[in-house]
């Protein structure tokens, strides 16, 4: 009678509940199977919540990057006329840096040419800047890399994209000749315009289809070589807040005093940036899948664990071991393989996260290939950005899971008859 109640009935999660489960995972001999088992489903597990940490922030990280560059050196509201060209563009300014939120506004020309050096030749998008205007835009003032924008406005200078600039093989103190096809109409026929212009500076915002294609020129150089006769092509305000675009929009309107078109950057970016959210989700999900598979490993190897154990369960039962204590053993038992794989993943995806690209440089040496190259990613490293939001709604997604791969072999461990057992055995 003493040793029946030493064991009957233990305490939920008691000691020797946990030292059962404990027993369980750490079969040998025959049974070592089952130890396999688990260590796989504890590694597959791992590796999903790593993988979907990882992956996630990479692409949070790319998503940020993109919306930085892209607000950083382009207007968050861009105004073009309607009616009349925007020959009054400087009263048009001035109303606007008088609205609470906007922090620059400027007009500027906008055209298309070609840009032709001694080395070679390429499409350029050429914007017709003041110098004092031209400091005030954050992605091309805060990344130049050669020069400076002192002497912008003095000569027919030209600021140009550190990756066009490669292509054409040009540094500060050469000259690059752009071509205009809208020229003058002679007898002849129509004859393209052209003019030199000296590099003053190189800019690099990091994203190449801004850094290969993009040229400044000061504003009265773009004038004679675009025939605008003193209007600008359009407005480009920023706003301190570019997530408050929609209560902004009719404030900037209505004080622009003329009639005028108003897009924003999520119309300008809009199907960039949609294709991104979609990307995201669908990646999560497709990952997801990879903590799912190692939980059905789970459930696979706490079916056979259960069925090996069969005769264990009928003696501990018949013992006075309650069905609550077979239940909580199997949850232990399986439930430890998802929640220390959960836990490793989340470190193992931390780690990573927070040295992605140093990976990614090391993987680039040692593999000597190129392993996220800008011209295809828009970026010349590759960004990560952890959201705890994000990491907590994983880590306890693969936890649901793992707990839930182990109730219906607990359920069926607990639901074993012991005469029925010991009779078949």
């Known amino acids: 009678m003493r040793a029946l109640d030493a064991i009957t009935p233990p305490r939920a999660f008691s000691a020797i509940e946990r030292m059962l489960a404990l027993r369980y995972l750490?079969?040998?001999?025959?049974?070592?199977?089952?130890?396999?088992?688990?260590?796989?489903?504890?590694?597959?597990?791992?590796?999903?919540?790593?993988?979907?940490?990882?992956?996630?922030?990479?692409?949070?990280?790319?998503?940020s990057e993109l919306y930085a560059k892209f607000l950083g050196f382009n207007g968050h509201v861009l105004i073009h006329p309607l009616e009349s060209p925007l020959t009054d563009y400087k009263d048009v300014v001035e109303r606007l840096l008088k609205v609470p939120g906007v922090v620059s506004a400027k007009g500027f020309i906008e055209g298309?040419?070609?840009?032709?050096?001694?080395?070679?030749?390429?499409?350029?998008?050429?914007?017709?800047?003041?110098?004092?205007?031209?400091?005030?835009?954050?992605?091309?003032?805060?990344?130049?890399?050669?020069?400076?924008?002192?002497?912008?406005?003095?000569?027919?200078?030209?600021?140009?994209?550190?990756?066009?600039?490669?292509?054409?093989?040009v540094s500060v103190g050469d000259?690059?000749?752009?071509?205009?096809?809208?020229?003058?109409?002679?007898?002849?026929?129509?004859?393209?315009?052209?003019?030199?212009?000296?590099?003053?500076?190189?800019?690099?915002?990091?994203?190449?289809?801004?850094?290969?294609?993009?040229?400044?020129?000061?504003f009265d150089e773009a004038d004679k070589f675009f025939d605008k006769s003193g209007e600008a092509s359009v407005i480009e305000v920023f706003i301190e807040?570019?997530?408050?675009?929609?209560?902004?929009?009719?404030?900037?309107?209505k004080a622009a005093g003329r009639p005028v078109l108003i897009t924003d950057w999520r119309q300008s970016n809009r199907t960039f940036f949609s294709a991104l959210a979609v990307e995201r989700n669908v990646m999560f999900?497709?990952?997801?899948?990879?903590?799912?598979?190692?939980?059905?490993?789970?459930?696979?190897?706490?079916?056979?664990?259960?069925?090996?154990?069969g005769s264990a369960i009928a003696i501990l039962r018949t013992m006075g071991a309650?069905?609550?204590?077979?239940?909580?053993?199997?949850?232990?038992?399986g439930g430890a393989i998802g929640v220390v794989g959960t836990i490793a993943g989340f470190f193992l995806g931390l780690v990573v996260t927070l040295n992605v690209e140093a990976i990614r440089q090391f993987l680039t040496r040692l593999t000597s290939t190129s392993l996220f190259p800008p011209e295809l990613y828009f970026l010349s490293q590759l960004p990560a950005e952890l959201?705890?939001?994000?990491?907590?709604?994983?880590?306890?997604?693969?936890?649901?899971?793992?707990?839930?791969?182990?109730?219906?072999?607990?359920?069926?461990?607990?639901?074993?008859?012991?005469?029925?057992?010991?009779?078949?055995d």
Do not use: C
Request: glycine share 8%; aromatic share 6%; net charge neutral.
């Open 387 to 424: 959201d705890w939001h994000e990491v907590a709604t994983i880590t306890v997604t693969a936890l649901v899971l793992s707990i839930l791969a182990t109730l219906y072999p607990a359920w069926k461990a607990a639901s074993l008859d012991p005469v029925e057992q010991l009779r078949r």
């Open 175 to 218: 000259k690059v000749t752009l071509i205009s096809p809208r020229g003058a109409t002679t007898p002849m026929g129509v004859v393209p315009r052209l003019k030199a212009y000296t590099v003053v500076a190189v800019f690099e915002v990091g994203m190449s289809i801004l850094d290969s294609t993009n040229v400044f020129i000061p």
């Open 26 to 63: 750490r079969a040998r001999g025959k049974d070592s199977f089952i130890s396999v088992i688990a260590i796989f489903s504890f590694i597959g597990v791992m590796l999903g919540v790593a993988t979907l940490i990882i992956v996630m922030s990479v692409m949070n990280g790319f998503r």
């Open 322 to 333: 309650t069905q609550g204590t077979i239940m909580r053993v199997f949850l232990l038992t």
């Open 112 to 169: 298309e040419a070609l840009a032709s050096s001694q080395s070679g030749a390429a499409f350029a998008l050429v914007r017709g800047i003041s110098g004092a205007d031209l400091a005030k835009v954050p992605g091309v003032a805060g990344n130049i890399r050669q020069g400076g924008l002192e002497d912008f406005d003095d000569a027919p200078d030209i600021v140009i994209g550190q990756r066009l600039a490669s292509q054409l093989g």
């Open 241 to 253: 807040d570019p997530d408050r675009i929609d209560a902004m929009r009719p404030i900037v309107e």
């Open 285 to 309: 999900l497709i990952l997801l899948l990879i903590v799912v598979v190692a939980a059905l490993n789970i459930v696979s190897g706490m079916i056979m664990l259960v069925k090996d154990k």
